[in-house]
């Protein structure tokens, strides 16, 4: 989905969540578009849906799981992996 980052930053998407490294075109996006990568621990997906109190499909439902959704979270476990500037954790960016 990297490929996309900057499409989805450009229309006002405001942060992205994953779980693991992103290419230098997301850096590149969210320095751009003032967005934000979110990392979150990989293989509890399950557990991650505690800290979701709303979730509403935005775009692209025949994606599936790859759609765009808003979600309302409350003390969600994620760091900023690449900020608004570009900066980035180290293994966040490969």
């Known amino acids: 989905m990297d490929s ?6 450009g229309l006002g998407v405001a942060a992205t969540l994953g779980k693991g490294p992103r290419t ?3 850096v590149d996006a969210c320095r ?7 990392l979150t621990y990989a293989g509890v ?7 979701v109190r ?6 692209f ?3 599936g799981p790859e759609a765009i959704y808003r979600l ?14 570009g900066n980035y954790i180290k293994g966040a960016v490969f």
């Open 54 to 59: 709303k979730i509403e499909l935005v775009e």
């Open 61 to 63: 439902e025949e994606l």
């Open 45 to 51: 997906a399950a557990y991650l849906t505690r800290f």
């Open 72 to 85: 309302w979270v409350e003390d969600f476990p994620a760091v900023v992996g690449i900020d608004v500037k």
């Open 4 to 9: 996309f980052a900057p499409l989805f930053y």
């Open 24 to 26: 230098g075109e997301v």
């Open 32 to 38: 751009q578009h003032g967005g934000v990568y979110l």
